[in-house]
């Protein structure tokens, strides 16, 4: 597709159940990144990926959260034991090569998680 | 860590009122962009901007990157009704291999009719 697409738009998990979220970047950007946005809050860092590999993974908030990449294309957050403070949007961009634009992200509508 | 404070919260106007809103940071960034976000959707980037001092125009917006590096405003003249949503500032730093973009907190902008 043009843009960023993300899977699933909505999940309603109970805690402890593990989920998985993914996102599919436009097509040739080597830069991926994940946020989180709570209700009515701003976007908090998890996790960047240029090609295949994570130079920052300084966001994630506990080790129930890991993501990763693969063919410098798809990537995948996977949230383990679920707990309601989990329950947010979770926003993935993309962008192009390093160079002076990586800041110009393009977002997805999101994957809003509810964990009751 | 780097944080972006942004001001103000929140805004509420009537149409046609001239708007302003600004970012500063507690370190200095290469780059900030000004995004804005509609309910249900992911931000969507309006402007960016690279060197220190630089205005940038885009329609009726327009936004500065301060000369200290820690700070950047934007401006909408003659607001619209479309104009309505959160909008974020964010500040890339730009490290050796690491692009990581750290977002304010948002302004939300309501037009009372």
């Known amino acids: 597709g043009a843009g960023v697409s993300q899977s699933p738009s909505n999940k309603v998990t109970e805690k402890g159940k593990d989920v998985e979220l993914r996102c599919d970047p436009i097509?040739?950007?080597?830069?991926l990144y994940w946020y989180r946005q709570r209700l009515g809050q701003g976007l908090e860092f998890l996790i960047y990926?240029?090609?295949?590999?994570?130079?920052?993974k300084s966001g994630l908030p506990s080790d129930r959260f890991s993501a990763e990449r693969t063919g410098e294309s798809v990537s995948t957050l996977t949230i383990q034991r679920t707990q309601q403070e989990d329950s947010a949007v979770y926003l993935c961009?993309?962008?192009?090569?390093?160079?002076?634009?990586?800041?110009?992200?393009?977002f997805g509508e999101g994957s809003r998680l509810t964990v009751l | 860590g780097q944080q972006l404070n942004q001001s103000p919260q929140s805004m509420f106007i009537q149409e046609g009122e001239d708007v302003s809103m600004n970012c500063t940071s507690s370190?200095?960034?290469?780059?900030w962009l000004w995004y804005k976000q509609d309910p249900g959707e992911g931000p969507v980037l309006l402007i960016a901007?690279?060197?220190?001092?630089e205005l940038t125009s885009n329609g009726r917006l327009t936004a500065q990157f301060g000369t200290t590096r820690k700070d950047s405003f934007l401006n909408i003249s003659a607001s619209i009704p479309s104009d309505v949503g959160i909008y974020f500032c964010?500040?890339?730093?730009?490290?050796?291999?690491?692009?990581?973009?750290?977002f304010g907190t948002g302004t939300r902008l309501t037009i009372i009719p």
């Open positions: 961009a993309s962008s192009l090569d390093p160079g002076p634009k990586t800041g110009e992200l393009f």
């Open positions: 097509s040739g950007h080597t830069a």
């Open positions: 990926f240029q090609g295949n590999s994570a130079p920052d």
């Open positions: 370190s200095i960034f290469n780059t």
């Open positions: 901007l690279y060197k220190a001092g």
């Open positions: 964010a500040g890339q730093s730009r490290n050796f291999g690491n692009e990581k973009l750290t």
